[in-house]
């Protein structure tokens, strides 16, 4: 496929996409030729980045051929958005103080879901390959080590950089932890309730959705 299909076709993609998402793309591209007027080529950088960033997720989707539901998509870029734009170009961090835990609090519930469906994946949807508390269990794990890891970019970027991703040092560390631990073990028991009973959990429908429309990746799945 030639660079002009690609382009097409993505620019087609991105008509499909939630409003919301529109919005946030409309908003970076004007910041990023604002900054250029202006001469702020930080937050020129900055936007453009973000930008670049929250693609992301529609090219991943297309390259694998996986149906990413639409509100999770949202959140996403969303959640990018708010993470390097609001949170550095409009100083939200600082501004206002429960910005950061917002964001870990939200980062974690959606990677708790992202790895029960990682883990339910690599079973191929077999709700009995392993107990639903193991895999709610792995997916609380995998939560944590992405929010730990996390913690570990801020402090190597304050010691190499001179930024103040920490804040206030190891108090910031422990409730961004705290934070990211609630937020994992919501949607690992949402995840592990979906497979041991098939209940309508607050993520219920949002599961279900990945699950349908991406048959071919579980093909063991059944109802109890």
């Not at 835990?101 to 974690?108: F, K, M, P």
């Not at 709700?127 to 570990?152: N, Q």
């Amino acid at each position: 496929m030639s660079l002009k299909e690609n382009l097409h076709d993505m620019m087609a993609n991105a008509r499909e996409q939630p409003l919301v998402m529109r919005l946030v793309w409309v908003a970076l591209v004007a910041e990023f030729v604002a900054g250029l007027v202006a001469a702020r080529y930080t937050s020129s950088f900055i936007a453009l980045g973000t930008f670049g960033l929250t693609l992301m997720p529609i090219l991943f989707a297309r390259r694998f051929h996986i149906y990413i539901p639409r509100s999770f998509m949202a959140g996403i870029v969303l959640f990018i958005f708010a993470t390097l734009f609001l949170g550095e170009v409009g100083d939200f961090y600082n501004r206002y103080w429960w910005w950061d835990i917002l964001l870990h609090g939200g980062s974690a519930l959606g990677f708790g879901l992202v790895g029960f469906v990682a883990i339910f994946m690599l079973f191929q949807g077999d709700r009995y390959a392993a107990p639903a508390w193991a895999i709610g269990m792995f997916a609380f794990c995998f939560a944590m080590s992405v929010g730990a890891l996390w913690e570990v970019f801020e402090y190597s970027m304050d010691q190499f950089f001179g930024t103040n991703m920490q804040k206030s040092g190891l108090q910031d560390t422990m409730w961004d932890l705290i934070v990211d631990a609630i937020g994992g073990l919501i949607g690992a028991i949402s995840g592990a309730i979906y497979v041991a009973f098939d209940r309508d959990t607050p993520f219920a429908g949002l599961i279900r959705d990945f699950v349908t429309r991406n048959a071919r990746l579980f093909t063991k799945y059944r109802s109890k």
